[in-house]
């Protein structure tokens, strides 16, 4: 599989204002975050809400420009937000939102909210184009005359997705694109999306606080905390050995009826991205925090298992190798 988009080192600061005295306050949303996205593989993200995962997203599609750090789509960086080189890229990935509705216009029919993509891209337009990226994304062509309100919540999720199809996208990120429908609904675009994946070799960011749902559609899983990926790898490996004390306390959450241990209850304060503890920003929730983890921040580096890990005690060597 060949690299789409790399991201490295990117860093995303809000300025806020708090108090009556109206005092500044930044927020680091995203920390110095690197990922690397293939062709036709799925990257999943997952964390707490607040983590800076969508973010990340909207850095990755380059509808927000990073602080610092690049986003690479093809080793050219991306080009500067607003102009003609940004909206030719821009057609090549496209978003799912958590809301469909939202995502929708309430006031155009879906066939024309389908349709409007193409017509602003130059692409191949009418009602028989229309109607087979209503098919692809699981709709029936009458579906084109519809309204948002007129449709079911995962009909719309599937509208939402059959309009971001128009543009042929390359890169497909889905914020939470499950998270709003009913259960009966989720797995069914789950599988829609891997269905579209595997026909049209999409590369895609799945962004997600439900570790199940993530390892469904996933071929490689960033565990991201306070705008940091704190572990990266194989999603068979990720959750049934997690080396992060914060993936594993995310994994023991996951109810599984045949579970042996018991589930991991993070103490101390959520994390906050404006006030970022010092070293190892998980140290006021970690069980296993020393004295080390006060100071120094831990580098995401690999191990001889391939997966990528930012602990301190994630490194250490194996037994077996140091006999
Ligand atoms: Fe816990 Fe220290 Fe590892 Fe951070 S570096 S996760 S505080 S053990």
Request: include cysteine.
């Given at each position: 599989m060949s690299v789409l988009l790399q991201a490295r080192d990117l860093v995303r600061l809000y300025r806020l204002r708090r108090g009556i005295f109206g005092r500044a306050v930044e927020l680091?949303?995203?920390?110095?975050l690197s990922l690397t996205l293939q062709r036709g593989r799925t990257l999943g993200l997952v964390g707490e809400?607040?983590?800076?995962k969508s973010t990340t997203g909207r850095l990755v599609l380059g509808l927000e420009a990073p602080d610092a750090g690049q986003v690479q789509v093809d080793g050219a960086p991306m080009p500067p937000i607003g102009g003609r080189a940004w909206r030719q890229q821009r057609a090549r990935m496209q978003m799912v939102f958590q809301d469909p509705l939202g995502a929708?216009?309430?006031?155009?029919?879906i066939g024309a909210q389908v349709e409007e993509p193409l017509i602003i891209h130059g692409l191949p337009a009418g009602p028989a184009r229309v109607a087979e990226l209503l098919m692809e994304a699981g709709?029936?062509?009458?579906?084109?005359?519809?309204?948002?309100?007129?449709?079911?919540g995962g009909q719309r999720q599937r509208a939402v997705l059959a309009r971001a199809l128009a543009t042929a996208p390359e890169l497909l990120v889905c914020d939470?694109?499950?998270?709003?429908?009913?259960v009966s609904i989720q797995a069914q675009v789950m599988n829609l999306l891997m269905e579209l994946q595997a026909r049209r070799g999409m590369a895609m960011l799945f962004i997600s606080h439900d570790l199940r749902a993530v390892r469904q559609v996933s071929h490689r899983i960033a565990v991201m905390y306070l705008g940091r990926i704190v572990e990266e790898g194989e999603p068979d490996e990720v959750l049934k050995t997690p080396a992060h004390p914060y993936a594993r306390a995310l994994v023991s959450a996951i109810p599984h009826p045949g579970r042996r241990g018991r589930r991991i209850l993070l103490t101390g304060d959520p994390p906050n991205p404006a006030d970022r503890p010092s070293g190892c920003a998980f140290h006021p929730r970690?069980?296993?925090?020393?004295?080390?983890c006060r100071t120094e921040a831990p580098v995401l580096r690999p191990r001889p298992d391939g997966r990528l890990v930012a602990c301190h005690l994630a490194h250490a060597p194996l037994l077996s190798q140091v006999a």
């Open positions: 680091r949303a995203v920390d110095g809400s607040g983590c800076g929708l216009d309430r006031r155009l029919s709709l029936r062509p009458d579906h084109a005359q519809r309204y948002p309100h007129e449709l079911s939470e694109p499950i998270s709003a429908l009913d970690c069980a296993e925090a020393v004295a080390r």
